[in-house]
Structures are given as structure tokens and as C-alpha cells.
């Protein structure tokens, strides 16, 4: 059986490891035993949820959560053949797991990181056996969002890029392939609109409710601008623009002052129950 690690037991990868574990043994890690433990829960949570609509069976649940293991050793990652990497947002902490990563992994394991808009390349390079690094970039919440982002660095091997397309496919996801590009195709498009919503609502032009009523109902869009920045986080939201900035060097990137106070304030969305909107947690 596949044996896939995800490292990084935040929003992204608990919901990586859910969609992992209908496909082989997982192990999920983290800094520590107790905030893995909080992503492996969120999980159950999930599939408990599902269970009791009627959209799973029981057994099936079961199995997932006897497949799902969780860890604070990156050494139990060691004989993977998939390892995804949803850690901080921060090229020195990715650059340290892959390092790690590339002198514990065999030489097939792809290593996969799930970043929203660092440079791919400058992570497989700090990697031995950079040809097996890939951006493999899943969206929030993972279980019902359908794409899956695969970024391939000049380093990445045509191997690499067809197994990687081959397990997305297996995950139940539709892969598109992009040459790295600061926030590949969807952030670098949606990032600025959320970020000029947020200097919308910073500037008194409208309230969020309006803000997000009028791309809902006049864009038609699924979801408001600011309700989806606290969805995604207004840490990973910033770090993205932050990104975008500094690699593409255009004012347009500037990042809401607005968006750097609700930061600073801790105000970071649904995970810490207060961003635009408030949230129960
Ligand atoms: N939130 C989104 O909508 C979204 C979407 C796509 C991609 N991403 C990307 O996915 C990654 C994770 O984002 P998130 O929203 O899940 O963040 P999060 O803050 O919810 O979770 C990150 C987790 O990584 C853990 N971590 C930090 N350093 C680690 C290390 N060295 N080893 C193991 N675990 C470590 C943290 O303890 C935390 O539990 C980021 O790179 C982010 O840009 C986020």
C-alpha cells in the first residue's frame, strides 16, 4: 500500500492527510505530538460528519482513521513514496524540512511542497535530489476543493511531474501543471482581488457584508473576497502578498496596511475565531 507522509498538521494538512488516507497509510507530523493530534481530531471530526449525513459508512471511516498516524519524527516519513510538505509559510522552514527530507527519503519518494506562493525552485534546491521536488498545491478545505496546482521547478523531472499528476489523479483531484511563477496561476489572480477588497473596507468605500454582497451577487462570485481571506487565513494571505511584492516588484502587490494591523493583531480568521467576520470555534 502507498505510503504517504504530510507534513504539518494545520488546516491544509489535516485536510491533505484526510484525502491521503482513502488512498494508503499516512503519517502526519508536526512540531509536537499534541498539535498533530489536533489535525488527526479535526479529521475525525470531518469524516464523523459525513458519517452522520449518510455520505460515508461507518466502516469506511474506520479504515481511513486506522490508516491516518500521527508523529513528531520526521524519521517516520523515511520510507514514503509521497511526502507532502504544508508547514509555515517561510522559505527557511520549508528549506530545512527539505533538507532533511532529501537525505532521509529514497531517491523515488517525491517530495512535494503545498506552498502558496514561495519559490519552488529555491526549496528543491536546498533538497538532495532536487529532480523529485514538485509544487503540489491543494486549495482550502481540501476534501471539496477540486484542483490541484502541480509546479514544476527547472530541476523537476519529467518522471517526477508524471507520477506526481498520476497520484493527484488518485487523490480525486484534477491536476494543471505551471512553470514556478510567484503565486502560480489561482493566487496571483486572487490574492490581489481579496487584497484590494481588504483596502476597500480600509478606505470606508463599504462595509465587509457589502463588500463581500456585491462580488457575491455582481460577480457572482461562491463567496465574498473577505469572508475567503479569513477562510484562507490573513497570515497566509499576507505572506502571499508579501511574495508577490518582492518578486514582482509592482506597487499593484502592495499589501493592505490594513491587512498587515489585523495580522499584527492576531486577528487571522476562522482559525483564531476573529478575522473580518467573528467565528464560534
Ligand atoms: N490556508 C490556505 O488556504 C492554504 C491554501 C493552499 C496552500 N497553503 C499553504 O499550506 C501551508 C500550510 O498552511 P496552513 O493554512 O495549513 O497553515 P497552519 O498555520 O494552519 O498550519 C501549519 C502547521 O505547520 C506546523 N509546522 C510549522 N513548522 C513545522 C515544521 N518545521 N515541521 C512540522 N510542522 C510544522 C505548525 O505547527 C502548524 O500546525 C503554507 O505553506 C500555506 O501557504 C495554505
Same mark, same amino acid.
Not at 204 to 225: K, Y
Not at 241 to 246: D, Y
Given at each position: 500500500m502507498?505510503?504517504?507522509?504530510?507534513?504539518?498538521?494545520g488546516?491544509?494538512?489535516s485536510?491533505?492527510?484526510e %484525502?491521503?488516507a482513502a488512498?494508503?497509510? %499516512?503519517v502526519?507530523l508536526?512540531?509536537?505530538?499534541?498539535?498533530?493530534?489536533?489535525?488527526?481530531?479535526?479529521?475525525?471530526?470531518?469524516?464523523?460528519r459525513?458519517?452522520?449525513?449518510g455520505?460515508?459508512e461507518a466502516?469506511v471511516?474506520?479504515?481511513?482513521l486506522?490508516?491516518?498516524?500521527?508523529?513528531?519524527?520526521?524519521?517516520?516519513?523515511?520510507?514514503?513514496d509521497?511526502?507532502?510538505?504544508a508547514?509555515?509559510?517561510s522559505?527557511?522552514?520549508?528549506?530545512?524540512i527539505?533538507r532533511?527530507?532529501?537525505?532521509?527519503?529514497s531517491?523515488q519518494c517525491i517530495?512535494?511542497t503545498?506552498?502558496?506562493?514561495?519559490?519552488?525552485t529555491?526549496i528543491a534546491a536546498a533538497?538532495?535530489?532536487?529532480?523529485?521536488?514538485?509544487?503540489?498545491h491543494?486549495?482550502?478545505?481540501?476534501?471539496?476543493m477540486?484542483?490541484?496546482?502541480?509546479?514544476?521547478?527547472?530541476?523537476?523531472?519529467?518522471?517526477?511531474?508524471?507520477?506526481?499528476?498520476?497520484?493527484?489523479?488518485?487523490?480525486?483531484k484534477t491536476?494543471?501543471? %505551471?512553470?514556478?511563477a510567484?503565486?502560480f496561476?489561482?493566487?496571483?489572480?486572487l490574492?490581489?482581488m481579496i487584497?484590494?477588497?481588504i483596502?476597500?473596507l480600509?478606505?470606508? %468605500?463599504?462595509?465587509?457584508?457589502?463588500?463581500?454582497?456585491a462580488?457575491r451577487l455582481?460577480?457572482?462570485?461562491?463567496?465574498?473576497?473577505?469572508a475567503?481571506?479569513?477562510?484562507?487565513g490573513?497570515?497566509?494571505?499576507?505572506a502571499?502578498?508579501?511574495?508577490?511584492h518582492?518578486?514582482?516588484g509592482?506597487?499593484k502587490?502592495r499589501?493592505a496596511?490594513?491587512?498587515?494591523?489585523?495580522?499584527?493583531?492576531?486577528r487571522?480568521?476562522?482559525?483564531?475565531g476573529q478575522?473580518?467576520y467573528?467565528y464560534?470555534?
Amino acid at each position: 500500500m502507498l505510503k504517504i507522509g504530510v507534513i504539518g498538521a494545520g488546516t491544509m494538512g489535516s485536510g491533505i492527510a484526510e %484525502v491521503a488516507a482513502a488512498l494508503g497509510q %499516512v503519517v502526519l507530523l508536526d512540531v509536537d505530538l499534541e498539535r498533530a493530534q489536533a489535525g488527526r481530531s479535526a479529521v475525525e471530526k470531518r469524516l464523523n460528519r459525513l458519517v452522520e449525513k449518510g455520505a460515508l459508512e461507518a466502516a469506511v471511516r474506520d479504515e481511513r482513521l486506522a490508516r491516518l498516524a500521527v508523529s513528531d519524527h520526521l524519521q517516520d516519513v523515511r520510507d514514503a513514496d509521497l511526502v507532502v510538505e504544508a508547514a509555515a509559510e517561510s522559505l527557511a522552514v520549508k528549506q530545512d524540512i527539505f533538507r532533511a527530507l532529501g537525505e532521509l527519503c529514497s531517491p523515488q519518494c517525491i517530495l512535494g511542497t503545498n506552498t502558496s506562493a514561495l519559490s519552488v525552485t529555491a526549496i528543491a534546491a536546498a533538497t538532495k535530489g532536487p529532480e523529485r521536488v514538485v509544487g503540489i498545491h491543494f486549495f482550502n478545505p481540501v476534501p471539496r476543493m477540486q484542483l490541484v496546482e502541480l509546479v514544476r521547478t527547472p530541476l523537476t523531472s519529467q518522471e517526477c511531474l508524471e507520477r506526481s499528476k498520476e497520484l493527484v489523479q488518485a487523490l480525486g483531484k484534477t491536476p494543471v501543471v %505551471v512553470d514556478e511563477a510567484p503565486g502560480f496561476v489561482v493566487n496571483r489572480l486572487l490574492l490581489p482581488m481579496i487584497n484590494e477588497a481588504i483596502f476597500l473596507l480600509g478606505e470606508g %468605500v463599504a462595509s465587509a457584508e457589502d463588500i463581500d454582497t456585491a462580488m457575491r451577487l455582481g460577480a457572482n462570485h461562491p463567496m465574498g473576497p473577505l469572508a475567503l481571506a479569513d477562510l484562507i487565513g490573513l497570515d497566509i494571505c499576507l505572506a502571499i502578498m508579501e511574495t508577490l511584492h518582492a518578486e514582482l516588484g509592482e506597487d499593484k502587490y502592495r499589501p493592505a496596511p490594513l491587512l498587515r494591523k489585523m495580522v499584527r493583531a492576531g486577528r487571522l480568521g476562522r482559525k483564531t475565531g476573529q478575522g473580518f467576520y467573528s467565528y464560534d470555534r
